[in-house]
């Protein structure tokens, strides 16, 4: 179901009834439309959603992109990183890293989740295991623990410790 459910047959797949939505963010555009639940997932106000979306396409674009880089050139014979792909994606992380870090300043964590903490969680659990959140970066650091500690993300990764070992460079010793 999967394979047939988008051009390059990647997860994630919704089904729901007699529609079938792929990529996180539609998914979660439909969840929020279909599905509200008591927290709405995107802001009603127009500039607020253009401001979430912002941040889902921040996560997704330059924190799992880059992370990815990493795993696919580790996934490839000879099975090693480079020097050139971990000082490039290293250096990217570490400006994305900051740039929230200090766009933290201004957002009100809670346990509330958006479309935000949507992206922001698998994308910041993955990427600390492959670049690690500079100590300076302390918002960026509580952040993470804080979404990490959230019981919607914490079952999903109590639920995927079987599968740490499959995932290059992991870290199942922390998290």
């Known amino acids: 179901m999967v394979a047939a459910a988008s051009p390059l047959g990647k997860f994630p797949v919704l089904v729901d009834g007699d529609v079938t939505v792929f990529e ?39 924190v ?34 900051r740039w929230i870090d200090a766009w933290l300043a201004d957002y009100p964590a809670s346990d509330a989740i ?13 990427a600390d295991w492959v670049y690690r959140i500079p100590e300076d970066c302390h918002r960026l650091r509580r952040w993470r623990a804080h979404l990490l500690a959230l019981p919607p993300v914490k079952r999903c990764v ?7 070992p499959y995932f290059p460079l992991g870290a199942p010793d922390r998290d």
């Open 64 to 97: 799992m992109n880059a992370m990815q880089e990493v795993i696919a050139e580790v996934l490839r014979p000879p099975g090693t990183l480079s020097d050139e792909t971990r000082a490039r994606v290293h250096g990217a992380l570490d400006r994305t890293y």
């Open 24 to 62: 996180a963010t539609a998914i979660i555009e439909h969840l929020a439309l279909h599905h509200p639940g008591r927290q709405p997932l995107i802001p009603a106000d127009p500039d607020a959603a253009i401001a979430t979306r912002m941040l889902d396409r921040v996560f997704d674009n330059y």
């Open 114 to 126: 958006t479309l935000i903490e949507c992206a922001a969680a698998p994308s910041l659990f993955y």
């Open 158 to 164: 109590d639920d995927a410790r079987p599968y740490r």
